[in-house]
């Protein structure tokens, strides 16, 4: 009789325990705020404790980071991000290159914080500079906000480090174009080009780019001579010749096929099919 | 009677074979402490921190497991060098075993050094079968364990150290304030380069002068620590292994000497 006493007494204690539980963890649940991030300390003093486990430490703030910042429950869960990565993080492991890269994620895409996320990765830049992944993100970020010269920059800085693959020195010649700056350009293709290291792939994709932009080098030189004309004598000139001949333009360009490019005079417009122009009609 | 028993007492091969048969015997003594278990734990650990993660991570599973398994590895080599090391001397003491021992030709720095090469080769066998769980695990992530080897060198010569430190606690006090103390240079030991900060701090030369001190008198363990390192496989300086290798060695035999010289002075009446 005494032992039924015992574990009724067992199971009504559990039943209390777990009960009170979750009804406490219910009220934590509704207390805790990002307030509760505030209070993380910084790495440098975590590094300390850690009595020199502090990649591990790392590895449990990043997962806890994870956990916390996939929680779309918590409106205000984007007030620390930078301290948990930046401050917390970084300084116990400033070779984490995914905490970089994820913690910029959660910031530019999640929180909207583009100059945040930046800061972030050329921090994780600075600490490794053999990582040319980061600002490789960043200038993708860059890219997706419209700032082309940004982007630029930073695709420099990762084309410049000898382990970045061929891909990201033909990113940085793209961007500079979209920079509007199409002789810089065509100046980085042709390296790409003339680098007998490049590979198969990237040489038809330099060909193709060095043709397109050249193109567009001759039409936007022969539009400017063009509307000067025009101005100067009150309508369009009969040809590229007369253009020529009476010294708005050095030379007559011609494609990069050999064939001259199509002027209408009455129009004043210079045009020509895309695909003969690039070379894709074979 | 071989050639090697004919020789008189206390010359080089008869002084190996007493520290031998001592260490051999604290060997087996932990193995049946059951002290192997703790790598059934360290496996359990590992397995399902990998298997975790996959769960819980965004990208850097393999750094993870990396990192959870050398500080696994560090860990749970600090614990039982620190909770076998500090009852090592003492419980021979307790158990009366040590009168025994002692009444036999066997000086007592071959004892307290036979005690040290025991069970640091139980930990030497701990660190390498927990590496193996380790690389294992690896190699299933298609990851190569190899550039993980010189942390671990370094990991042993830290747990060197720490088991010199507990057994020379164990030899002067009981097992319970020679585990604290043990810890306490553990900690401490992590933590000395800050000495050099509070050095800068303060204002008297005295101050300092104890700053310092105190600096080279607790063992620098930070020096052995690679295990970020090895895991970003960062590039090591050329004398950075060898020299915490001596670093580590020398410190050892510094504290194993004053292991010896304390329990040489020890009065079991």
């Not at chain 1, 199971?11 to 009170?20: E, L, M």
């Not at chain 1, 805790?32 to 590094?47: H, I, M, Q, T």
């Amino acid at each position: 009789m005494r032992r039924v006493w015992v574990v009724l007494l067992l199971i009504a204690c559990t039943a209390t325990a777990v009960s009170s539980a979750r009804g406490l963890g219910r009220i934590v649940e509704v207390d805790r705020g990002a307030d509760e991030l505030l209070y993380l300390p910084n790495g440098k003093f975590l590094k300390v404790a850690s009595l020199g486990q502090a990649p591990v430490l790392a590895d449990l703030i990043y997962i806890w980071a994870i956990q916390f910042y996939s929680d779309y429950a918590r409106d205000d869960r984007f007030r620390y991000v930078r301290h948990v990565f930046s401050d917390v993080i970084a300084e116990l492991d400033p070779h984490y290159i995914d905490a970089y890269w994820l913690g910029a994620m959660i910031l530019i895409v999640e929180d909207g914080d583009l100059e945040g996320g930046l800061a972030l990765l050329d921090q994780g830049f600075a600490a490794n500079p053999d990582k040319w992944i980061l600002p490789y993100l960043a200038a993708w970020e860059c890219w997706l906000a419209d700032q082309h010269e940004r982007a630029a920059e930073y695709f420099e800085l990762a084309a410049a480090i000898p382990q970045a693959p061929t891909g990201v020195r033909r990113m940085r010649a793209a961007m500079v174009a979209r920079s509007g700056d199409l002789e810089a350009s065509l100046r980085l293709w042709q390296e790409i080009l003339d680098d007998p290291g490049t590979d198969p792939t990237s040489v038809k994709i330099a060909e193709r780019k060095i043709r397109g932009l050249t193109v567009r080098i001759h039409q936007r030189d022969l539009r400017a001579a063009i509307e000067r004309f025009r101005i100067d004598n009150s309508r369009y000139p009969e040809s590229l010749a007369e253009l020529h001949r009476v010294g708005y333009i050095r030379f007559i360009p011609r494609r990069p096929d050999g064939t001259d490019y199509d002027y209408d005079p009455t129009s004043g417009q210079i045009s020509g099919p895309r695909g003969r122009i690039l070379g894709d009609s074979g | 009677m071989n050639a090697a028993q004919r020789r008189e007492p206390g010359t080089v091969p008869r002084t190996f074979a007493v520290v031998q048969a001592i260490a051999l015997n604290t060997f087996r003594e932990a193995i049946r402490d059951r002290v192997l278990y703790l790598l059934l734990v360290f496996a359990i650990l590992l397995i399902a921190v990998s298997r975790l993660l996959s769960l819980l991570t965004v990208g850097s599973e393999v750094k993870i497991i990396k990192d959870v398994g050398l500080s696994a590895i560090s860990l749970f080599g600090v614990l039982t060098a620190v909770f076998v090391g500090v009852s090592l001397v003492f419980k021979e003491i307790e158990r009366r075993t040590v009168y025994t021992l002692l009444a036999n030709p066997v000086r007592r720095w071959q004892f307290v050094v036979g005690k040290f090469i025991g069970l640091l080769t139980v930990l030497s066998l701990n660190v390498l079968i927990m590496f193996l769980v380790l690389a294992a695990v690896l190699l299933v992530y298609g990851e190569s364990p190899w550039p993980l080897l010189p942390a671990l060198c370094l990991i042993v010569v830290e747990l060197g150290i720490v088991t010199a430190f507990a057994l020379l606690f164990s030899c002067v006090t009981n097992p319970i304030l020679a585990a604290v103390w043990t810890f306490a240079v553990y900690v401490s030991g992590h933590l000395s380069w800050s000495l050099l900060l509070l050095r800068e701090k303060i204002p008297t030369a005295a101050g300092r002068a104890l700053s310092d001190l105190f600096y080279w008198l607790l063992p620098n363990l930070e020096l052995l620590n690679i295990k970020a390192e090895v895991v970003h496989q960062l590039p090591l300086s050329s004398g950075r292994v060898p020299l915490a290798i001596l670093y580590g060695v020398s410190y050892t035999i510094i504290v194993l000497v004053v292991a010896c010289y304390a329990f040489e002075r020890k009065d079991f009446i």
